[in-house]
């Protein structure tokens, strides 16, 4: 091993374990709920856009949302890292508890929570800056420019695109193919290592063969992250998710529970309905 | 494909499983009717009409695959698809066992065992068959569990009419008796009890997957 390699390595080392010391503290709390949601509700004005929500989301799995339009899974979805704050009118009741603390409570700092529990969007929306830049972004704001390099290409590579952008990481970030663009927004969320990662149908903008592997990222990425993803496309929520979440017209959390048993034997005939095409 | 035009398939693949085991249930009847009253020219149509039965369930087979590939069906859709599958593969071989049933009729004349009442168990075995296929018509989980009931009753008729026969050769019969004719007789019951037998098991598969279909409840899937 040259020296530089050795360097490299020594560095990957080093977050790699200051990494597993942030993570000690996660699975000290390993049986419990990562985000447990009760009696949720949202408003915006007068309007009620979400029925009072309970749920338990599994830590290290991908949680799918899956209903019609207007249905507020969105909603809910803003609703975990406080994206909702920035619409005027709306207004949120109820608890979400993210490892046991409200994130609804006064001290808690949104931009701060944002970083354990990042969000990709349904298009990809890079920064116009380079490949690289746009994944270092996240990381300079919260200072971590030690060894950036290294941290760039993990969450590169975590992204499945290291070895599709290795050797042009100066190129402009708007040059990337769509697939590609949306894999670096997901590095770009995943390089602040955060807890949670959201994403708002992901892979909807995308084409068949981009989707396959948007999809096969999130499984991998859920050996390290919690993922929720809001998907208007039910076949993909039954080929990546552990569990499904399905809320109906009225935004009302109808049934949440294995995806094996959601697409195989629902409880609810509101629900069978609805996937099987009779509704909605 | 519209919603419309789904739905319209799956009822279309439900006649079609109802209409396949009407030709099988009549295929059971004749075979049965062919073994009781020796009607070779019966056994016959019961043979050469398993084509027919055989063509149905790959008619069933590719509907189920392309109603799977194209519409990916999922809760009682998915369960209605597969088993729907499932039940047809069970009721082709049970066209076999007919098929089989009926060339055990055609081999001349039986000589022994008059006390082996095979005819009986055909008929148990026919009204199962009749009954799991109602059940799956009207989709009615508490006839798939009477239907899976009466399996242990056939399988003692069974096993009763096979140790008739182990007995029977076990003491050997009278001078009049010629051995080879013996044996031929005893093959014969042994194959007829044993294939009566797998008819009433193939008829609780489809009472278990009709279960399934209806409830998503797999207590009678072994």
């Known amino acids: 091993m040259s020296s530089q390699e050795q360097t490299q390595s020594n560095a990957e080392l080093e977050i790699e374990t200051e990494i597993q010391s942030e993570r000690s503290d996660r699975e000290t709390r390993a049986d419990e709920p990562v985000l447990e949601v009760r009696e949720l509700d949202v408003h915006y004005g007068d309007e009620r856009a979400l029925q009072p929500v309970n749920a338990d989301i599994p830590e290290k799995k991908v949680t799918a949302i899956i209903g019609p339009s207007g249905c507020g899974k969105s909603t809910f979805l803003r609703c975990v890292n406080r994206m909702n704050d920035q619409i005027d009118v709306c207004s949120v009741g109820g608890e979400l508890y993210f490892h046991g603390k409200n994130v609804y409570d006064d001290d808690v700092d949104p931009v701060a929570l944002r970083r354990k529990i990042g969000q990709v969007f349904q298009r990809p929306n890079p920064f116009p800056k380079s490949i690289y830049d746009n994944v270092a972004y996240g990381l300079r704001i919260q200072g971590k420019t030690d060894d950036l390099d290294t941290r760039v290409e993990r969450a590169l590579r975590r992204a499945a695109l290291w070895s599709e952008v290795e050797d042009r990481l100066d190129e402009s970030a708007l040059d990337l193919s769509g697939g590609q663009q949306q894999r670096l927004c997901i590095a770009r969320a995943i390089a602040p290592d955060p807890e949670v990662l959201l994403m708002d149908e992901p892979a909807s903008a995308l084409d068949p063969i981009a989707t396959a592997k948007v999809e096969d990222l999130i499984e991998d990425l859920a050996e390290n992250y919690t993922v929720v993803i809001v998907t208007h496309n039910m076949q993909q929520a039954a080929r990546i998710s552990d569990k499904t979440a399905v809320f109906l017209t009225g935004g009302e959390l109808v049934e949440f529970d294995d995806t094996t048993t959601i697409f195989e034997n629902p409880a609810n005939q509101a629900v069978e309905d609805y996937i099987t095409g009779k509704f909605g | ?222």
């Open chain 2, 1 to 222: 494909m519209s919603r419309w035009a789904y739905r319209a398939e799956l009822r279309d693949l439900r006649e079609e499983l109802l209409a396949m085991s009407d030709l099988v249930c009549e295929a059971l009847q004749r075979a049965l009717d062919s073994l009781e009253e020796r009607d070779a020219a019966l056994a016959r149509r019961v043979i050469e009409g398993d084509d027919e039965i055989n063509e149905r369930y790959l008619a069933i087979e590719g509907h189920c695959t392309e109603l799977i590939a194209r519409q990916q069906p999922v809760a009682g859709d998915m369960r209605f698809v597969v088993a729907t599958f499932k039940i047809s593969t069970d009721l082709e071989r049970i066209g076999d066992l007919a098929r089989n049933l009926a060339t055990y009729a055609t081999r001349g004349e039986r000589h022994a065992y008059p006390e082996v009442d095979a005819g009986t168990i055909g008929r148990h075995v026919l009204a199962m068959v009749r009954e799991a296929v109602a059940a799956y018509a009207a989709e009615d989980p508490s006839a798939c569990y009477t239907v899976a009931e009466r399996d242990a009753e056939i399988d003692r008729l069974c096993e009763a009419a096979s140790g008739i026969v182990v007995r029977d050769l076990l003491a050997e019969r009278g001078p009049d008796e010629s051995a080879e004719s013996l044996l031929a007789d005893a093959s014969r019951l042994f194959l007829t009890i044993r294939d009566l037998e797998r008819v009433g098991d193939h008829a609780v598969n489809v009472a278990a997957r009709t279960l399934y279909m209806v409830e998503g409840n797999d207590d009678l899937l072994a």
